[in-house]
């Protein structure tokens, strides 16, 4: 996906312990999400950024944090691992102009063992 | 009640079959809507979208809006095997809402 590197792109943690996940983008868009995919559920938002140090919480937000010190780098935390957090984590970005859609990456399979 | 909702299928269709893939919406200030396509282990992409009612037409696949009956639909003609992907729809006000994806076969 040009312009947009998930890493890891796969990770198996153990329960309780932190995992940092990074979205990195080359196209300097104002705006990053983190979502996550799970069967059943589809994509749920996690957490957005609207710019460098602005972020907010989307429906999923319990048990994750997120930072972006800089426009490129959008970080998602998991403070302490749980198995529920098993799942796909997608970034994705855009420039705000709503007919220009999301551009994401290909993902991060997360296990939590 | 989900803001969309999507039939999660799966479908499975013969190669050549015309496809309908749908979703309906609550809100009724929805304006833009998309449809992704995620093809399997990737992110999903942009297909197409839709502004207010009406069709839209991108070679094989048409993009449909009715908003009095809050309905999406995606039609794909003569489907062929590399249609073979999950497809979202999505719709928004400020940030994207997804259906959960309906996962299409297209069978050689």
Redesign the interface.
């Known amino acids: 996906d040009a312009g947009i590197t998930q890493s890891p792109r796969h990770k198996v943690t153990e329960t309780g312990t932190p995992v940092t996940l990074r979205c990195h983008q080359t196209e300097n868009h104002r705006y990053m999400y983190w979502y996550r995919q799970d069967p059943g559920h589809g994509l749920r938002l996690i957490h957005y950024s609207y710019g460098v140090k602005d972020t907010d919480k989307g429906e999923v937000s319990d048990g994750y944090s997120v930072s972006r010190s800089k426009t490129e780098d959008f970080l998602l935390t998991l403070e302490s691992a749980t198995s529920s957090q098993t799942s796909v984590y997608f970034c994705a970005i855009s420039t705000g102009v709503i007919t220009y859609g999301y551009t994401f990456g290909s993902g991060t399979r997360l296990t939590v063992v | 009640q989900k803001e969309v909702e999507?039939d999660?299928g799966p479908l499975s269709v013969p190669e050549g079959a015309i496809v309908s893939l749908n979703c309906t919406y609550s809100n009724s200030a929805f304006q833009?809507f998309?449809w992704?396509r995620q093809y399997s282990?990737?992110?999903?992409?942009?297909l197409m979208?839709t502004?207010s009612s009406g069709n839209k037409e991108d070679g094989r696949f048409t993009a449909q809006v009715d908003k009095s009956s809050k309905y999406i639909s995606l039609f794909i003609r003569d489907s062929q095997p590399s249609d073979s992907a999950t497809y979202?729809c999505?719709t928004?006000t400020e940030?994207?809402v997804?259906?959960?994806?309906t996962k299409l076969t297209v069978n050689p």
Do not use: S, V
Request: glycine share 14%.
């Open positions: 999507q999660p833009y998309m992704y282990r990737k992110g999903p992409e942009l979208y502004y979202l999505a928004t940030k994207l997804f259906g959960k994806g």
